[in-house]
């Protein structure tokens, strides 16, 4: 059992650049998150997902800020116009439904990097 | 909204020994989950280990148990016989339970930790 995938795992942009993140979780976890994180830092929680339904965003979730997860299975995260506050880790994770035992556990992936310079 | 405080940013110990991170928690919620997670230098977070509020047994997973003291919204992770391998950032997390379906992640601001020879 693969774990939860994201790509690319760095990227360096110019400020006002778009850049987009993926995030492939688990294979039939339902439900996927993003969330960020700086260094020196706890991650902050950005969105969720269960299937294809973005079920809550953060406020830390500008309108320059999108994620989709179209058919309830990869998700991506999309910066756009980026800013140099926006360098942090960007984190996805996944969990299974509710009807399985670890059904409240969350898994993450490695991270991508983002560096706006 | 919950907050989750780890007071200690860093701590060391000696290979062998063991060692207690703290962590308090503050809700208004009867029913939630805690838990602890590793972030090696690789940063990848890993699952240590979990604890139901509903629960009065703490927690243990092989060398990792939790001392949960509900009334006192506290929630320790002891690690015995400490290894290298165990030198990491913990991070204490909350999750409120939503009709018995997990959801999003808070956490506390992590304590680093670095186990010596």
């Known amino acids: 059992d693969t774990g939860v995938s994201q790509n690319p795992r760095h990227k360096i942009t110019k400020r006002g650049q778009n850049v987009t993140f993926r995030c492939d979780p688990i294979?039939?976890?339902?439900?996927l998150y993003w969330y960020r994180q700086t260094l020196g830092q706890g991650p902050e929680f950005l969105t969720y997902?269960?299937?294809?339904?973005?079920?809550?965003k953060s406020r830390l979730l500008s309108d320059r800020f999108s994620a989709e997860r179209p058919k309830g299975s990869f998700s991506t995260l999309e910066i756009q116009r980026t800013e140099q506050g926006d360098s942090a880790m960007y984190l996805c994770?996944?969990?299974?439904?509710?009807?399985?035992?670890?059904?409240?556990?969350?898994?993450f992936g490695e991270g991508s990097w983002l560096t706006v310079v | 909204a919950q907050t989750v405080t780890q007071s200690q940013p860093e701590m060391s110990v000696q290979e062998a020994e063991t060692v207690t991170l703290s962590c308090t928690y503050d809700t208004s919620e009867n029913n939630y989950y805690l838990f602890w997670y590793k972030q090696p230098p690789s940063r990848q977070m890993i699952l240590v280990i979990r604890q139901e509020a509903y629960k009065q047994q703490n927690a243990t997973e092989n060398r990792f148990s939790v001392n949960f003291q509900k009334a006192a919204k506290s929630f320790s992770l002891k690690i015995s016989d400490s290894q290298l391998g165990d030198t990491a950032m913990y991070f204490c997390?909350?999750?409120?339970?939503?009709?018995?379906?997990?959801?999003?992640?808070?956490f506390g601001t992590g304590t680093r930790l670095q186990v010596t020879l």
């Open positions: 294979s039939e976890h339902n439900r």
């Open positions: 997390a909350f999750m409120k339970q939503v009709a018995g379906t997990a959801s999003k992640l808070t």
């Open positions: 994770a996944s969990s299974p439904p509710n009807r399985v035992v670890s059904g409240n556990t969350i898994y």
């Open positions: 997902f269960q299937n294809e339904a973005q079920l809550e």
